[in-house]
């Protein structure tokens, strides 16, 4: 069975620091990966996603996240982050037909000035 | 450019009270729709999906029930609603046809059951 794990349910950073969201899955088929952000109160925005191709995808903000097929990892990374990044992040693995997608619980990340 | 609606934003429902939650998508054809719930503090549990006028999956047992109208058109109910039935409920759209697997989000109702 396909399942996320965010390791880490909440991450308090100082503004401008670097931040690592921790994100591993496990899958018995091909993979298709996804962060989702979301801000209170507010639906899921895609972040970005990994399909196939390079392992290495970014978003239009400076996030970006690699796909570690060995350590079935996808963890989410920005250099610096602003306060307007302090958000939930969701990350998902598209599990099966009809792109049905299985969520991690989520990391809480709060940037702090 | 596709949109996703949700309405209402917020409701307030006594227990025992029945439920309409209505989802519409615009800018698109045949899409797959979901109906998620997200509880305090937690992830999202997918409750329904839908990849056709009629067509409606259940991923739980519960008491709350999908229908699927009009192509576009996603809603969820209950006919007497639960304490435990309170929480954030988002609805999501993917591509039916084209092989592309992300899915889009409306902005969510909150329900509270008092």
């Known amino acids: 069975a396909q399942s996320v794990t965010q390791l880490d349910s909440q991450v308090p950073v100082f503004e401008e620091a670097p931040v690592e969201l921790r994100c591993n899955y496990s899958s018995s088929v091909s993979v298709y990966l996804f962060w989702y952000v979301q801000y209170p109160n507010q639906g899921l925005q895609l972040l970005l996603k990994?399909?196939?191709?390079?392992?290495l995808v970014e978003s239009i903000n400076g996030f970006e996240a690699e796909f570690n097929k060995s350590q079935t990892s996808f963890h989410l990374r920005k250099p610096s982050v602003h306060i307007s990044d302090t958000a939930e992040y969701f990350c998902?693995?598209?599990?099966?037909?009809?792109?049905?997608?299985?969520f991690g619980a989520g990391t809480r990340l709060a940037v702090h000035p | 450019s596709q949109t996703i609606h949700q309405w209402p934003a917020t409701l307030v429902q006594p227990v025992g009270s029945p439920l309409s939650l209505e989802c519409t998508v615009e800018?698109?054809?045949?899409?797959?729709l979901y109906w998620y719930r997200q509880a305090a503090g937690r992830g999202l549990q997918l409750l329904f999906y839908s990849v056709g006028i009629g067509q409606i999956s259940s991923e739980v047992p519960q008491n709350l029930s999908a229908s699927r109208p009009q192509d576009r058109q996603f809603i969820l109910s209950s006919k007497k609603l639960l304490l435990s039935d309170s929480g954030f409920y988002l609805c999501?759209?993917?591509?039916?046809?084209?092989?592309?697997?992300?899915?889009?989000f409306g902005p969510g109702t909150r329900l509270t059951v008092t």
């Open positions: 800018g698109t054809s045949n899409p797959n």
């Open positions: 999501a759209w993917s591509e039916g046809t084209t092989g592309a697997y992300e899915q889009y």
């Open positions: 990994y399909l196939s191709g390079s392992t």
């Open positions: 998902a693995v598209r599990r099966g037909g009809y792109n049905k997608l299985i």
